[in-house]
């Protein structure tokens, strides 16, 4: 997940419809009818290298025991005999045979993050664990996304790296029509690069049925799915779609499917400002702590070190500049994990020094930026989908409402201008929406085990609390400011997780971990 979304339906209106379920009452494993060629592919497997599409994953992907191959989809379901997609798939098989229970598919969220990615990372992870010997660990980069092809592509690099000097958080009237047309470029880009039959068809409702696909594929009966952030909401729409067809699910960082985008991003910003806090805490206890002693006034002190980067970004060797926007979005990278501490307040120490090297740094890692200057597609996929999964906000009332909200939530982030009326990307997108809020309906869901953190920066807690509810699901409670905690080292949520995947026991009432279990 980041910290921004499309928003809710424009009031008065209906949302789209959520997907279909006409699979729902068939058996366990059934094939869709029209779809046979494509559940019964056989994939070639071979290395992992060339499915590498940056320098992070060259270093994972070259992994002893580690395969991939690439499997066909359809680009829209309604039409399976009209053009197809390709899925970069991998495969590490279980370590005991003799014990195998199947395939552990893999998803890290985004949306626009690499399934492979995660899974090449799992394996080291998972080492020598019950859960690496009785199951194939699967992933898969979603359709448009990594060494899936065709690739969402909106933008170039110099177009992404313009963008981010642009302020479109100014409420001013030139403000706003800079900050839509930036918005109208991202829209346009992805049509022209992309195309509007793709981009109508990489939502999450595809992907669910795309999985459905390589649980076929790869040769189960049903699916055993671990779901990381976004990655809940590809699961629940997965056990919405195909109930049946559910043997175990873990969605861990939920994304709550009944609210509307505008509240999830509202709550989301009261998570980051959660955690900033509970950053300062800890900033208040190391000498030199660029925010004060006092962790009370830390907001405060962050918007003084960060808001005149409105009237003067920073220069930097490279010849770029730290924007206001960049000094945010570097801090809300480092907010994800408590390990990236340290590194932001080495950050806004440096800011106060004028220097801001290490807040672009942290920028770029949420950009998905390389040394080189180049982009990952993330940011578009991440735009893509999140364009068709929700209603688009089209009325500037309600942007106006939304970022408001925003601002009230996390004030911290807030640039003391007051709210802009400026539509985002969605305001523009070139095809219409395909899903939205709604309760799931899954009739014949094995209960999944959902894993909520109880201050996640991201995805809030009382989301995993409700979609444990909605799913009819058990609950299991961490302690911690992190995003996301399943196979991350916390032994008492590893050892409730695993049991749910080999035996599916569900976790004991009222399950809670702590902080460093």
């Not at 660990?137 to 790296?161: E, M």
């Not at 047309?181 to 690069?193: I, S």
């Not at 120490?349 to 807040?359: A, R």
């Not at 068709?388 to 009325?395: A, F, N, R, S, Y």
Request: some cysteine.
């Amino acid at each position: 997940m980041t910290a921004a979304a499309c928003g809710g339906a424009a009031p008065g209106s209906a949302p789209p419809s959520p997907i279909t379920t006409s699979t729902a009452d068939a058996a366990p494993g059934a094939i869709p009818a029209g779809l046979e060629r494509f559940y019964t592919q056989r994939p070639a497997w071979g290395s992992c290298v060339p499915f590498a599409t940056t320098d992070d994953q060259r270093q994972y992907y070259g992994q002893p025991g580690l395969q991939c191959a690439k499997v066909e989809v359809p680009i829209d379901y309604s039409n399976p005999q009209g053009p197809t997609a390709q899925l970069a798939i991998s495969r590490l098989q279980a370590t005991d045979p003799t014990q195998r229970i199947g395939s552990l598919l893999v998803n890290p969220g985004g949306p626009g993050a690499s399934g492979i990615e995660i899974a090449s990372q799992l394996s080291l992870l998972m080492k020598n664990t019950e859960v690496a010997r009785k199951f194939d660990l699967v992933g898969f980069d979603p359709r448009g996304i990594g060494a899936s092809t065709p690739t969402i592509h909106c933008l170039t690099a110099q177009q992404q790296d313009a963008q981010r000097t642009v302020d479109i958080l100014d409420p001013s009237p030139a403000g706003v029509a800079k900050a839509e047309a930036t918005a109208r470029q991202t829209a346009d880009g992805c049509n022209q690069k992309t195309g509007a039959e793709f981009l109508a068809n990489v939502g999450t409702r595809d992907v669910a049925r795309d999985m459905d696909v390589l649980r076929g594929v790869v040769g189960d009966r049903q699916l055993t799915y671990l779901g990381y952030s976004y990655g809940t909401h590809i699961g629940s729409t997965y056990a919405e779609e195909f109930p049946r067809n559910v043997r175990a699910m873990v969605l861990d960082g939920a994304v709550d499917p009944t609210q509307n985008s505008t509240d999830a991003l509202v709550d989301q910003g009261k998570g980051f400002q959660d955690v900033f806090t509970a950053f300062a805490k800890d900033c208040a206890t190391k000498p030199g702590c660029p925010l004060g002693t006092d962790a009370g006034q830390a907001t405060a002190r962050f918007q003084q070190l960060t808001r005149p980067l409105l009237a003067k970004p920073i220069p930097l060797p490279d010849g770029r500049e730290l924007s206001y926007g960049d000094a945010q979005q570097g801090t809300i990278q480092a907010l994800y994990a408590t390990s990236l501490w340290p590194q932001l307040r080495q950050g806004l120490t440096e800011l106060t020094q004028g220097n801001g090297q290490t807040l672009m740094g942290l920028a770029d890692e949420y950009y998905d930026r390389a040394p080189d200057g180049t982009y990952s597609p993330q940011q578009d996929a991440f735009n893509a989908v999140r364009c068709v999964d929700d209603p688009q906000i089209k009325d500037h009332a309600q942007a106006l409402d939304q970022a408001r909200r925003y601002n009230a939530a996390a004030p911290f982030l807030d640039s003391g201008r007051g709210p802009s009326q400026a539509l985002d990307t969605c305001g523009f997108w070139p095809v219409p929406a395909t899903d939205g809020p709604h309760v799931p309906q899954v009739a014949g869901l094995a209960p999944p085990l959902v894993v909520s953190t109880t201050d996640d920066p991201a995805t809030p807690y009382q989301s995993g609390v409700n979609l444990a509810k909605d799913l009819h699901g058990s609950l299991l409670t961490k302690v911690g400011d992190q995003h996301t905690a399943s196979f991350q080292g916390f032994p008492c949520v590893d050892a409730i997780v695993t049991r749910y995947l080999v035996d599916g026991t569900p976790a004991p009432a009222n399950a809670r971990c702590p902080d460093n279990g």
